[in-house]
């Protein structure tokens, strides 16, 4: 049972989504002419018609598929979905004298979608259509200066619309709306972590069955590794995880890893392959070049651990909601990240895929890993790329350089956490670059390598922002990566923002 939400191209769709589910409901975004078939399969005891940028009278209007308004549910339209939803029962639809934009303060508002609240009612507008005459058995609860019609209900029949956008922040008493509606809806809420985590094992072991036996490649982050503890927790040592170390880790970070998955009962196989990765990366200073060995040499090594340690009838991956939103292109145009944390591996391997994950959000995963006890050092980890510290090295990778990154980064991380400066930064880390520079040290001229340092703080890792760390904290990290790595002379700390520059440095 869930909430169907289609999507008309509102980029506030997700939104909708992650209100409901922080109200405890599951809910599910479909493509706005998904099939009456395809909205059934999903058991709907309510959907909600998106916004979106078209205009109900345009030829080619995106409009819900035959029959989905019949159903014996209630539906909210909220701006756009509130349009095509009067317009389909009658009303009608212009172009509104003002296009309303920003925040709005309703006048009198009332009506089942406002049950129990009080008081001043700001909502977010983004319209430059309006209805202007409403459909028989619609009533208008709610009006603002501009826009008469704010938000219609037809009781009986249990459809609802709201010409504002009830799911974005600036709506603050939105999440009281969406939850009045659940309870429309008669919705669930049990959308818990543990009501989670007890379906999400079922699932595995309905896939899997008694005698499966699933492979899974751990990178480290926090995906892949409470994916292990929920597959352990599922079928036991008929799991099997693989973290290849290729060598361009972090200090300890396998053991790290080792350490925490193992007591949780997870059948770990670590690899150090170093030998393999860093013989092939010899010389190589193209970043691009890096990166292709790296993933090339990635998948040759995944691939021997599972014939090794199989066979194998299942690959699990930790894809995630995000990953997987049918786009609003239409069904089928499911846009998969395919593969993303083994690092690309080939499709013909020929294992079926476990993707428990697939219908959650990251920081669902997050208190499910808190749940399932993953140690907070690794749950609240920041970002780190597939290929490792071989792209923080510039220029040609060799174990001497990676040892001195390695104790520079070391240096940098365990002094935001010391400082209590680490879970406010999305991530940071430590370039090594080939530029020597003139130093001196006691009454000697050194001549060693040039480290930059870098913290960014971000949503997603699209854009960032160079995070302003204190003075003090960078003086003492300065100090101690010069004073503890002899390797250094000098220590800069990087204040460009992505864009213009990315992330990482290669
Ligand atoms: P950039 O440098 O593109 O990084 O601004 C954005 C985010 O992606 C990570 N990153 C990678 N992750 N393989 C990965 O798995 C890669 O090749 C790769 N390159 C960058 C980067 O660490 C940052 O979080």
């Known amino acids: 049972m869930s909430l169907v939400i289609l999507d008309f191209g509102s980029q506030y769709t997700r939104l909708i989504t992650r209100r409901f589910r922080e109200l405890g409901a599951y809910s599910v975004i479909l493509p706005g002419n998904a099939s009456l078939e395809r909205i059934q399969r999903e ?14 009278y345009d030829a080619g209007a995106p409009r819900p598929a035959d029959g989905v308004l019949d159903l014996d549910v209630p539906v909210l339209g909220i701006c756009y979905g509130m349009q095509y939803l009067a317009q389909h029962a009658g009303g009608r639809v212009e172009r509104a004298g003002k296009r309303e934009y920003g925040k709005a303060e309703l006048g009198e508002y009332g009506g089942a979608l406002f049950e129990g609240i009080s008081g001043e ?28 019609v704010t938000a219609i209900e037809h009781r009986e029949r249990r459809r609802y619309g709201v010409q504002f956008h009830p799911e974005v922040v600036h709506t ?21 972590p543990q009501h989670i985590v007890d379906e ?33 927790r599922a079928i036991g040592d008929r799991l099997t995880a693989v973290f290849i170390d290729h060598g361009l880790l972090r200090l300890g970070e396998r053991e790290q890893v080792e350490h925490a998955l193992r007591p949780l009962g997870v059948n770990l196989v670590t690899v150090d392959a ?21 993933g090339r ?25 995000p990953d997987v939103i049918e786009s609003a292109g239409g069904e089928g145009a ?10 690309g591996l080939p499709e013909d391997l020929g294992f079926k895929l476990v993707e428990p994950f697939r219908t959650l959000f990251k920081d669902e995963v997050r208190e499910i890993a808190q749940l399932l006890g993953l140690p907070d050092e690794i749950r609240t980890r920041h970002p780190f790329p597939g290929p490792g510290l071989a792209i923080r090295i510039l220029g040609d990778v060799t174990r001497e350089k990676l040892d001195v990154l390695r104790r520079v980064d070391d240096i940098f991380i365990s002094g935001l956490r010391e400082f209590g400066l680490y879970d406010q930064t999305w991530q940071a880390l430590a370039v090594l670059t080939p530029i020597q520079s003139v130093g001196v040290m006691g009454d000697e001229r050194t001549y060693r390598h040039l480290v930059a340092l870098r913290a960014v703080s971000s949503i997603d890792g699209m854009t960032a922002e160079w995070t302003r760390l204190p003075y003090e904290f960078l003086d003492t990290v300065s100090l101690r990566i010069v004073n503890h790595v002899h390797e250094v002379s000098r220590v800069v700390y990087d204040i460009t923002g992505k864009p213009p520059a990315t992330i990482e440095w290669e």
């Open 43 to 56: 058991n709907p005891v309510g959907i909600v018609l998106s916004g979106g940028p078209s205009s109900v």
């Open 121 to 148: 009612f700001v909502a977010w507008m983004s319209h430059s259509d309006s209805v202007t005459d409403l459909p028989p058995g619609y009533e208008v609860v709610a009006t603002t200066t501009d826009t008469p």
């Open 172 to 192: 603050p008493k939105g999440g009281q709306l969406l939850a009045n509606f659940l309870d429309l809806c008669g919705a669930a809420r049990d959308w818990t």
């Open 200 to 232: 999400l094992t079922q699932g595995v072991r309905d896939q899997v069955g008694e005698e499966g036996r699933v492979l899974l490649g751990i990178s480290g982050g926090v995906d892949s590794s409470t994916l292990a503890l929920l597959l352990a």
């Open 274 to 294: 170093s030998d393999v990765f860093l013989e092939h990366l010899a010389g190589v200073s193209d970043p691009e070049t890096k990166r292709k060995i790296i």
């Open 297 to 321: 040499e990635f998948i040759r090594a995944f691939e021997r651990e599972a014939r090794t340690h199989g066979p194998f009838e299942f690959l699990a991956q930790g894809t995630l909601y």
């Open 334 to 343: 499911a846009n998969i990240k395919s593969h993303h944390n083994v690092g």
